[in-house]
């Protein structure tokens, strides 16, 4: 997601360094596999506008190896973005 949202941010002429982020899975027991992920971008104080930040979630939500997921698994989406 962090590579997609690069990009769609290069294109559109502003940047996105110094986002973090942290990545949390749940496993399911039956059967055994992923039954969830938490996802949470930490966004540095810049001033995005809102078309950036619709920008950046139309890029998340876009991601190739997200659409590739199990459709059982919850995948949960944070963005922050700092003041």
């Not at 995005?48 to 059982?72: F, I, M, N």
Request: glycine share 6%.
């Amino acid at each position: 997601m962090m590579t997609i949202m690069g990009i769609s941010a290069q294109g559109h002429k502003f940047d996105i360094d110094g986002t973090t982020y942290t990545v949390k899975k749940t496993m399911n027991t039956d059967p055994r596999r992923i039954g969830q992920i938490d996802i949470v971008f930490n966004f540095p104080a810049k001033e995005y506008t809102e078309k950036q930040k619709a920008l950046l979630w139309a890029a998340a939500e876009s991601c190739p190896v997200g659409r590739s997921l199990h459709p059982d698994v919850i995948v949960n989406i944070t963005m922050n973005f700092q003041a």
